[in-house]
């Protein structure tokens, strides 16, 4: 199992503020009240109070298990089929030497044909999990699945009970309608944040003034969802070149003068984010 993904984001340490001092986190036997190595650390389960059994990395190698040495494909099912919730980290699928090549092309040429993926069973940091494997390339990825009973009831949300008009309703899907893409490519789908990050961390060493902050949203303020609605699906079909007209909205959703400072302000923030996004 090679990783799939790569993590770009910053990572930041913890220091001691008043010399900048490096703060560690150490290793501490509670018998003992000394700080131990690594190699003189190693698993424990604890039964009953203070009754410890010790697991060791050779103990989980030899679970008797056929997952334990192996991925065990249990089924092949349509992808659809499975619920995206439960798909975690995905890793690709080396075959282990000459002997492993001709079953993992079978397999993936197999997987090619069918149009299925398939749900397998493996152990990776002792314990059993579920897995997913597919096809990206001429590569077979592995993802780690949650059980079932790892997902929480969706039933534990409490949604809001508000009532939705089909006006509003027809200016959300031609709002989709407007943002549809083919793929998840573009300037929009970069990761802004870490750049804005970088940015604070290159004037602060610098000795710069920080980068502007963006102007914070009108706490309070009542939300006008028509035309909120109309704005997005103007803005999105501009940054197309498309046609900007859209229906115009009913008298009784258009803003009051009194209200029309605040509707500049508004769409002057929108457009701000998305040059930021940009």
């Known amino acids: 199992m090679a990783s799939a993904t790569e993590n770009h984001s910053i990572q930041f340490h913890q220091y001691h503020l008043e010399d900048m001092g490096r703060v560690r986190v150490r290793k501490v036997c509670d018998l003992e009240d000394r700080e131990i190595p690594q190699s003189e650390i190693g698993k424990g389960y604890e039964y009953a109070k203070d009754q410890v059994v010790a697991i060791s990395e050779e103990d989980l190698r030899e679970l008797p298990l056929p997952t334990a040495k192996a991925i065990e494909i249990q089924a092949f099912v349509p992808l659809e089929s499975i619920d995206p919730i439960r798909i975690a980290e995905g890793y690709y699928l080396v075959p282990d030497g000459q002997v492993a090549a001709k079953p993992y092309k079978l397999l993936r040429q197999a997987l090619d044909r069918s149009s299925k993926v398939a749900v397998a069973k493996y152990a990776w940091s002792g314990r059993e999990r579920l897995g997913l494997l597919r096809l990206r390339g001429d590569a077979i990825v592995l993802h780690a699945m949650r059980w079932p009973d790892e997902v929480r009831d ?125």
């Not at 944040?193 to 290159?202: L, Q, R």
């Open 154 to 278: 969706p039933a534990a949300v409490d949604p809001p009970n508000e009532t939705v008009s089909e006006e509003e309703l027809e200016h959300a899907l031609a709002l989709i309608d407007s943002m549809t893409q083919d793929d998840l490519e573009g300037l929009e789908f970069t990761d802004t944040y870490t750049d804005a990050i970088a940015k604070i961390i290159e004037a602060k060493r610098d000795e710069k003034p920080l980068p502007d902050a963006p102007e914070p949203e009108q706490p309070g303020k009542v939300l006008d969802l028509m035309a909120a609605l109309n704005e997005s699906v103007q803005q999105a079909k501009a940054s197309r070149g498309e046609d900007a007209d859209v229906h115009e909205l009913p008298k009784t959703a258009k803003k009051q003068p009194a209200k029309k400072t605040a509707a500049k302000k508004s769409t002057k923030k929108t457009v701000a984010r998305r040059s930021r996004s940009a």
